[in-house]
């Protein structure tokens, strides 16, 4: 199994560009998520999907959409990139399991600037 | 919801010398609770976890943590440090979410990372 796969590994973009970061995972999970880490905030949930379908936002949604229209891609859009977007993001998988919280494995991140 | 502090921001160890890391959480109900470990350049890594049962967990590489309920603690432990643990460490206690689509209601979980603390460990 690849686990959590991410692309791009890097990537600068100017001030209102549009982009696609994308995300797959080959280990069949029900749950996938974004985060952004930022230097002194740890890592912050920006969306996050329970299954195919469906999608709900985390704590720092702003300027960021997401979709689920298969179990195992979960990309994430920024429609108009600004400089307060340069992150490394960061996608996780786990399979969900009833009553328990399952250990999310990390994708590889994408270090992002916005310029 | 949940929130997650990590009292040490910067840690700064020899080699040899013990470590403990603190870390609290606010949801007092049923807490799944993870330490994750990122090295340099990598991308983050389970270190241990805590669902049920014994208190004292123990992980990968010799770290360990306990889960004191009453104080809402889930310190984390190793007693001898060694240069290759330089790295980053995130508490994360879990935050149930409910999402809902499609006419039926889906239960999802989140982990809520504290803000990390640096650990650097000299020969």
């Known amino acids: 199994n690849a686990g959590v796969t991410q692309t791009p590994k890097f990537q600068v973009l100017k001030t209102g560009q549009s982009m696609t970061l994308q995300c797959a995972q080959d280990?069949?999970?029900?749950?996938m998520s974004w985060y952004r880490q930022d230097p002194g905030m740890g890592l912050r949930l920006i969306h996050y999907?329970?299954?195919?379908?469906?999608?709900d936002q985390g704590e720092v949604p702003n300027g960021y959409n997401v979709s689920r229209s298969t179990t195992e891609d979960f990309p994430l859009r920024l429609l108009s990139a600004a400089p307060s977007q340069t992150s490394v993001y960061f996608c996780?998988?786990?399979?969900?399991?009833?009553?328990?919280?399952?250990?999310?494995?990390f994708g590889p991140g994408t270090r992002l600037t916005v310029l | 919801a949940q929130s997650v502090s990590q009292h040490n921001h910067h840690v700064i160890l020899s080699e040899a010398a013990s470590l403990e890391l603190g870390c609290n959480y606010s949801?007092?109900?049923?807490?799944?609770l993870f330490w994750y470990v990122q090295y340099p350049g990598q991308h983050l890594q389970l270190l241990l976890k805590?669902?049920?049962?014994?208190?004292l967990v123990k992980g990968i590489k010799g770290f360990e943590a306990e889960f004191i309920k009453s104080k809402f603690s889930f310190n984390l432990r190793k007693p001898s440090v060694q240069w290759s643990d330089t790295a980053e460490y995130f508490c994360?206690?879990?935050?149930?979410?409910?999402?809902f689509g499609a006419g039926y209601n889906q239960a999802g979980t989140a982990l809520i990372f504290g803000k990390g603390t640096t650990l650097s460990v000299s020969s």
């Open positions: 994360a206690p879990h935050d149930y979410k409910l999402s």
């Open positions: 996780a998988s786990s399979q969900r399991t009833s009553g328990t919280t399952d250990t999310q494995y």
């Open positions: 805590y669902f049920s049962g014994d208190p």
């Open positions: 280990m069949n999970h029900e749950y």
């Open positions: 949801y007092g109900g049923t807490v799944n």
């Open positions: 999907s329970v299954g195919a379908g469906i999608t």
